[in-house]
């Protein structure tokens, strides 16, 4: 049960993020649409991280093989307008990789830290192949990506033109998206992810396959990353090398860190105070933004690591968690 | 005659490599395997080597200066950082990967500003080839490999043959039985930790006129030595030396047949797959 202010807060969250794009202008509009996109890419960073305990220092791999993929299609197949498909094989292709590397991974026992070590390298294994294959554009990029639009089977289709329209169906896509992380980490499964995140070897003895279910885990993770992937590309016309980056992949833990891990919703928190808060900095003071970022994570790890979701729920006027839970994410650490 | 000049060429260049990697490896797998600690500011570490010898260079002081200077003001550097932040996180392994990734963005921009964001050379301090079997090799990466193997010995000496290294390697095993035998478990730490950031240092000061100087070298050679330490297997140091060999000729080798972009690429992805089916290293019990 949510208590009194939390409903409150949650209502007046919508409430303002529905009557945003007239107030706040086409600027401060495309940057919320970027921000909710990269929500859903946090969230997905979060369902793995914050719920099977898994840190993935390697996310933006699966956001840029969704970018990627939708983009190559795009320009590269004659007459390719069936941008489903486009989703559809954004959300496969990251889903296969993580199985790939899950079954190489997680079946080995190789979990915890040695896993984070080997998804940042797999991030920069990305990095480079698609910074030195020209045809995927090499350091330049691919340029020309057709807008935002959903087409269906069978010519059915919109095509979103303005600013507040593409911002309201990302606005419908996250709310989408949250929902089904939501349902996910409170089902059966979600709840025996929460408990290998606790004790694995307990779990193991419960007669639970943990390292098939964390496999699934990091499979929808990785499918939600290429989706936010491929719904990036469109909405900014063009994907580049960073997105595979070592540094995107810092980035969206750093929003998942700031909103609050295991909240789903401080996801979003996150991506739209950082982003909000890099415009206005990096305006002025583009050297300090990323001395900003490294003190950030330093400092979290100290001070603040429940992020501002995690930190609001924790306040008194919010009935406490049900105790075991609340236990573990204590001693848990990160 | 041609082909077996080229091929002993490449082995070289293989062993050059493979020299260099097991020095910057060796102080992450002291680090890891005493403190538990990952280091993500390792490849910083050696980054702050080369930019001495540049700071070395700008002062008008000679490379060799920088040289036999970097492993000391990175040995000091990193004594700061275990002081100051690796400290509080014993244990907590998640938690330092965290804090020590922070440090690596702060070094990272930090040299940005001192030094520019771009690439940065130093004058070469030793030029010239010298005949190896008949062929010619540059004599610099020959001194290379000679002061790798040297304070790779050093490092072996000291660990196994001194009584620095025999409290080293108890609290490896046990750190509570350690410390329970009088051993100063927070000293011993802080020392390991300045050494392995000395040797991180002064890998990246040997390699400095061999790569091209930048704020983002690092990383690279992060990843790559990530991959020997696990690759060789935790917690030994015999197993770097293995681990160090897989990843260098193999790297070496393959880009001798695809670029070597995608040959680095495909090392990693063959060291995943030897993890899946030895996930204790290659050398690993």
Known sequence: ?334 | MLELGSLLTQFLNGATLVSVLILISIGLAIIFGVMGVINLAHGEFFILGAYTVIAADVLRLSAWWGIALAPVVVGLFGALVEVGIIRFLYRRPLETLLATWGLSIVIRQLVRIVFGVGYRASPHPLLGDVRVFGFTYPIYRVFLMAVCVAVIAITFYVFYRTDFGLKIRAITQDVEMASALAINTSRMYLSTFALGSALAGLAGALMTPEITVSPEAGVNFLARSFFVVILGGIGQLAGVLGGGIVVGELETLLSYLISATTAQAAVLVIAIIIIRFRPRGLFGG
């Open chain 1, 1 to 334: 049960m949510r208590s009194q202010p939390a409903r409150l807060l949650f209502a007046a969250g919508v409430l303002v993020a529905l009557a945003l794009p007239p107030v706040a202008g086409k600027y401060y509009t495309e940057l919320l649409s970027q921000a909710l996109i990269f929500g859903i890419f946090a969230m997905s960073l979060d369902l793995l991280w914050g719920y099977a305990g898994v840190l993935n220092f390697g996310h933006a791999a699966y956001f840029g093989l969704g970018g990627y993929l939708v983009a190559l299609l795009a320009r590269e197949v004659q007459g390719f307008d069936q941008s489903y498909l486009g989703y559809a094989l954004a959300v496969l292709l990251p889903v296969v990789l993580a199985g790939a590397l899950g079954y190489f991974l997680f079946y080995s026992h190789v979990t915890g830290v040695y896993f984070t070590i080997i998804t940042l390298v797999v991030t920069m294994i990305f990095q480079l192949i698609v910074s030195d294959w020209y045809w995927l554009g090499g350091m330049n990029g691919l340029l020309g990506v057709p807008g935002f639009a959903l087409h269906g089977p069978s010519g059915l289709g919109w095509e979103f033109d303005s600013e507040a329209q593409v911002y309201y169906v990302l606005l419908v896509v996250s709310a989408i998206c949250y929902l089904l992380c939501r349902y996910i980490v409170r089902s059966p499964f979600g709840l025996v992810m929460a408990a290998t995140k606790d004790n694995q070897e307990r779990t193991e003895f419960f007669g639970y396959d943990t390292a098939y279910l964390t496999t699934i885990m990091f499979m929808i993770s990785a499918g939600l990353a290429g989706l936010s992937g491929a719904l990036y590309a469109h909405f900014s016309g063009f994907v580049s090398p960073p997105l595979f980056g070592l540094n995107f992949s810092t980035d969206v833990i750093v929003w998942v860190a700031v909103g609050g891990r295991g909240t789903l919703v401080g996801a979003f928190v996150g991506a739209v105070l950082v982003n909000l808060l890099k415009a206005i900095i990096s305006d002025f003071l583009a050297v300090l933004w990323l001395l900003i970022v490294g003190l950030f994570f330093i400092v979290t790890v100290f001070f603040f690591p429940d992020g501002i979701v995690g930190t609001l729920r924790r306040t008194p006027w919010r009935a406490p968690r049900p105790l075991p839970r609340a236990a573990s994410m204590r001693e848990g650490g990160v």
